[in-house]
């Protein structure tokens, strides 16, 4: 495992449709680019025909506004926009392709009342090809934390792309690494002995994911919980003190429906903080990628 195999170079892709939940996420893009030091694509989609009908506002004065709301901020970014008469969540996967990283907000102005997260940013984690940051509307006021944290859920060692990114994200942030890995005992834990021997193998199995990064990078602070419980509910309440969650999304080979799993799902919907939905694709029996959508 090493940073190097995060991908150094592209640009970061943020989706608006000109409501107030967009404009979080722009704010949230523009602020990743700039740690990136990579250009920002501003994209906005929308679907044309059938039961659709095209937006009030002209897509160009979308775009422009918030073009200018970046460059009002003195971040010295370029910026690009492009209008796209598509479907929003398709564009946005297919341009997640070349990107260093995607920006989404919550919900845009097709949102129902009292959903946490709607249709496109649900389907854009479901399908997205680069890292998915997913920007909460309003994040839950947080102490003061020094340095900040970024909070990476891992299962195991499949999950090392999540881990790689929360690295780099710490590094580019000041801020600290916190590992949270979540189990349960299962049918064959029936003693004392055998819920001993489980412990000891989880808490080797997060140790196995970090310790070479973190050997790599002995300046990033580090902290790991190895707990027995829900790892959406272990999550969730890790997110409380987090300013990013970070996890990775484990694609199905046959790219078939929403390829989201439910620890996943119920981050999305409940963190209290901003979520980064890493892919990590399966590869096919010779090692190349297997094709997904």
């Known amino acids: 495992m090493s940073l190097r195999s995060e991908t150094p170079h592209g640009h970061v892709v943020v989706g608006t449709d000109g409501s107030l939940g967009a404009t979080h996420a722009l704010d949230q893009a523009a602020a990743e680019a700039h740690r990136r030091q990579v250009p920002l694509e ?16 002209d897509a160009q004065d979308i775009l422009a ?6 460059t009002d901020h003195g971040m010295g970014l370029q910026v690009t926009t492009a209008a796209v008469p598509d479907d929003a969540a398709k564009v946005l996967v297919r341009r997640s392709r070349t990107a260093a990283l995607t920006v989404v907000g919550t919900r845009g102005k097709g949102g129902f009342q009292g959903l946490l997260l709607g ?20 994040p839950a006021i947080q102490p003061i934390a020094s340095p900040p944290s970024v909070i990476v859920g891992v299962r195991g ?13 710490a590094i580019r942030r000041n801020a600290k690494v916190s590992v949270v890995h979540a189990w349960t005992y299962d ?13 000891r193998s989880e ?5 196995r994911v ?9 300046f990033v602070q580090l902290d790991r919980r190895s707990i027995c419980g829900s790892p959406a509910r272990a999550l969730i309440d890790a997110s409380e003190a987090g300013a990013v969650v970070v996890i990775a999304a484990h694609r199905r080979k046959a ?3 929403l390829q989201i799993g439910p620890v996943t799902h119920a981050l999305l919907h409940h963190a209290c903080s901003h979520v980064v939905v890493v892919p990590v694709i399966a590869r096919g029996r010779r090692g190349e990628p297997t094709k997904n959508p």
């Open 187 to 199: 049918q064959n834990d029936r003693t004392h002995s055998h819920r001993a021997s489980r412990a």
């Open 119 to 138: 249709s496109v940013s649900l389907r854009v984690a479901a399908h997205c090809r680069s890292p998915l940051l997913v920007v909460r509307d309003e």
């Open 255 to 257: 790219g078939l429906g």
């Open 157 to 169: 060692e499949k999950d090392d792309p999540a881990a790689v990114f929360a690295f780099a994200e």
């Open 210 to 218: 970090v310790t070479a990064l973190h050997k790599e990078n002995p």
């Open 65 to 70: 506004r918030a073009a200018q709301h970046v």
């Open 42 to 57: 501003i994209v906005h989609a929308w679907p044309w025909g059938g039961a659709y009908e095209p937006q009030d506002e």
């Open 203 to 207: 808490d080797a199995t997060i140790a």
